[in-house]
Structure formats: C-alpha cells, structure tokens
C-alpha cells in the first residue's frame, strides 16, 4: 500500500492520514476519554504530526490511516503502522472515537493492518505498545494473539510493550484463533 491506496474490510476502509485531516484529528483527540492515553492536539500539533505520519509513509512505506465506515464514508478513528526509531520497532495502534467503542472496530482494522505488515510488507515483527490502565486496548491486543514482551515508557508515559512475531502470525493455531 502506497499514500494513494487503501485497505478494506467488510464494514471499514482504511485511508493513509495527510495533513488535511488536521482538524478532524484534533476533533478525535479533543475527547478526554478519548485521549486519556493518547493525548490531546491543538491544530499545529496536529499538523505537524500528520506531516511526520506522511513522511513515515514516504519514507517507510506505512504509516498511520484514517478508519473510515464504508457504508458513510465518516471517520471514526486512525488504525495503522507507526516506526519508533529509539525503539526499531514498527507498532500498530489504534485509536476511536468513543461513540464507536464496544463494537469490534479496532479489532477489525487492527486484523487488516497486521494482514499488510506481515503480508505485503514482510515485516518480522509488530509490537503494540498500551499504556498501563489501558484495558480496552489490551484486551483487543490479546484478540489479535499479541502477548507482553516488556515494559517501558512512550511519550513519558509508562506502558506494556506487546509483541506478536510474523512466523506466529501464520502458523495455523493462530489463523484458527483469529476467526
């Protein structure tokens, strides 16, 4: 998947995130239940971290994506690939506004997401990293057969690095377990 291309799944169409969606990034983000583990956004830090999801796209290949239902169109939350260069780890994360939690979204991004890094990108390996407190997210990280890997801190915050390796991701169990 290029900057110009998206992934479907049956009730989502994931779209790569340019800096025109700035306001409704801050939107998203402007729900403090919303962005307890994430953080909020003015719009210039909006932007600038749109950009930077750009240039991961430019650079890497992936980057973050905007989640929008395919039967509106709307956008309901980001879901996708993000490189954390003092880690050299390439981490999935999601995000949704909360008039749309409890209703397998994440999940099921999430699915399509690890299928094109693990698939079309070849990735080894992709982690999840969840802020501690963080249950929703990583009960849907434990969905996807990701398990702990270590503690650390993102963003000044502590969290529960989850890893999930390609090679599990294929074998069969875990196939099994996915659907």
Do not use: K
């Not at 950009?51 to 309901?76: M, P």
């Not at 954390?84 to 209703?103: D, P, S």
Request: aromatic residues 8%; hydrophobic residues 40%.
């Amino acid at each position: 998947m290029d900057s110009t291309t998206v992934i479907t799944t049956e009730r989502l169409r994931l779209r790569p995130l340019t800096e025109a969606d700035a306001d409704w990034w801050v939107g998203l983000h402007a729900d403090d239940e919303v962005n307890r583990f994430v953080g909020g956004y003015t719009r210039e830090q909006a932007a600038a971290r749109l950009r930077d999801i750009q240039q991961q796209w430019t650079q890497r290949g992936h980057g973050l994506c905007a989640v929008e239902l395919r039967s509106t169109g709307r956008a309901i939350g980001r879901c996708g690939l993000n490189w954390w260069e003092q880690f050299g780890e390439t981490e999935i994360g999601w995000t949704f506004a909360r008039t749309h939690w409890g209703r397998g979204y994440a999940t099921e991004a999430a699915q399509a997401v690890l299928a094109w890094g693990f698939g079309s990108l070849g990735l080894s390996q992709i982690t999840a990293m969840i802020h501690h407190g963080n249950t929703a997210s990583s009960a849907v990280a434990r969905r996807l057969g990701f398990t702990p890997l270590r503690e650390d801190s993102v963003l000044g915050r502590p969290c529960t690095v989850h890893a999930l390796a390609r090679d599990d991701y294929l074998s069969p169990d875990m196939r099994g377990a996915r659907h």
